[in-house]
């Protein structure tokens, strides 16, 4: 990938433009003050492979919450709402919905009642209260992870990558992004950049809690996938989800299964996994640090 070139010149207009794109708490305190010109814009140009190479990881989180895996919502356009999060937990919704009625039919104890728990494989009205139970903590649990990854697609919605947002330059995009990455703001009277003691931490943080979150996600599903394959994997089950309609054809049934639905669930989570840890792990390990100019070779001669 050939980063974008970065224009020579960034004016009050582009400063503006990245003013408030980040706004670090008021209470850190700035342990530098550094010339937007010519030390800011050579770190950029100096790190520009790297900022690129982050900017496209952000990319592809942006696509995520648009319509690769979105959390989604059923006013979405069903080629969206399909692939999102609402869509697998809404399908366990309306299962359980059923399965509740199953529950009231199987407490009543005569001839219909025993032979659903057999074709369930419950052993007793019991045992079938406890796999609703556990399925109910899945829904809840499911629902809590929707709340939390709406919050993450706003935390990608307010960072700049390379592409995104759309109507600015890609070089515009990626100058936004350095100061992100540090929790940077910019003093636009001054033409300075306030750079945080902890910046990058206070970034990097953020981000890896984030990460910790998915793989927390992916272990859930996980675990909730062997469930339905030991308790909720037979056709007396299944057909507890035949009156889903399929979002893109409203006139078919959808064919999800539990499993499915575990297997589709796991995916999504993971989808969002791998942009970003490769975001953390360049801006950790490839993204060189903010101009020192305590340091000799950040003097204005080694930067001309």
Known sequence: MKPPTLPRAFRFLILTCVLGVYAPSPFVAFYDDIPFKPYWLSYVTQNLYALGAIGVNIDELYKNTISKCPVGKTTDPPEVYKHSLSYLLDALKAGQKEFDSILTLISKKNFSSQAALESFGFNDTRDAQAVHGVLKKIIADTELAKVNYQMYTEWVLNLPGQQYPIGSTAGQNLLRLSLALDSARVDIPNDLVKVPTTGREIFLQK???????????????????????????????????????????????????????????????GCWMRPVFNMINIATNVLGSVPDLSNPRWSTKSID
Do not use: V
């Open 207 to 269: 981000w890896r809690n984030f990460y910790k979150y998915i793989a927390f996600t992916r272990k859930f599903s996980r675990a909730s996938g062997q469930f339905i394959l030991d308790r909720m994997d037979t056709e007396a089950a299944n057909e507890l989800l035949t009156g889903w309609l399929d979002p893109e054809d409203a006139k078919n049934t959808s064919e999800l299964t539990y499993l499915l639905i575990m297997t589709q669930l796991h995916g999504w989570f």
